[in-house]
């Protein structure tokens, strides 16, 4: 009787180098698989851009905003200007008892009572306070540089105005200028740069905040 051979036994044994042919030929994947992943390469402008942005995003984030905190007074309302009340707590006044009515915004030509314009703070102003020995060539500089007209509606909350008291740091320090948010002041003495700049992010922090 003949011997009926397996087909799969007439194949030839693999040679060594086909062995090491399959072993080495590279694995493709096909079109549209799933796991199949696309390489980005960040590189030139658009990273330096990047770790810019992410730089500076996470230096706002973790530095505080300029000034020093105050405890929060409340916001108790008086009936008049001099109506008796607690002592503040801040100079000029940053929360705390306070007049049913605001101070226009803008520029005050009188000092505007710390009792008006405390409600103004509430009712989410920034109040730069000067002192009474600035000169106005000053003052007529911090509106340009601020871009807030003396003799017109800024049409924003904040408010200037001249200040009769000391402005006073929370080491006692006299100043000269103030920028006031809700429990927050900022204190500086001249019309630098860098206390311009740190101003105007003072006043883009605290303008427009509800403190109700």
């Known amino acids: 009787m003949a011997t009926v051979q397996d087909s799969h036994s007439c194949q030839p044994e693999p040679t060594q180098e ?76 940053s929360s705390g008892p306070h007049t049913g009515f605001l101070a226009p915004w803008g520029w005050a030509t009188d000092p505007v009572p710390e009792e008006v314009f405390v409600h103004n703070l509430e009712d989410g102003a920034v109040v730069v306070v000067y002192a009474s020995d600035v000169p106005a060539v000053e ?29 006073t740091d929370q080491d006692g320090n006299e100043h000269r200028f103030a920028a006031v948010g809700w429990t927050r002041v900022f204190t500086f003495d001249e019309l630098t740069e860098e206390n311009l700049s740190e101003l105007n992010v003072f006043i883009r922090i605290y303008e427009g905040v509800d403190n109700h």
């Not at 230096?59 to 905003?65: K, Q, R, T």
């Not at 003052?139 to 402005?167: C, H, M, Q, S, W």
Request: net charge negative; hydrophobic share 40%; charged share 20%.
């Open 139 to 167: 003052v007529a500089r911090l509106a340009d540089e601020l871009e807030v007209p003396i003799d017109g509606n800024p049409k924003r909350r904040i408010l200037f105005t001249g200040y009769d008291k000391a402005i």
């Open 18 to 93: 086909h062995l090491n042919a399959m072993a080495t030929k590279p694995k493709t994947t096909p079109k549209g698989d799933a796991t199949q992943k696309t390489k980005i390469h960040w590189s030139g402008p658009v990273a330096v851009l990047l770790i810019a942005a992410a730089a500076v995003s996470f230096a706002m984030l973790d530095s505080p905003p300029p000034g020093e905190a105050y405890p929060d007074q409340g916001n108790l309302h008086l009936e008049a200007v001099d109506t008796p009340h607690i002592p503040y707590n801040s100079s000029p006044e």
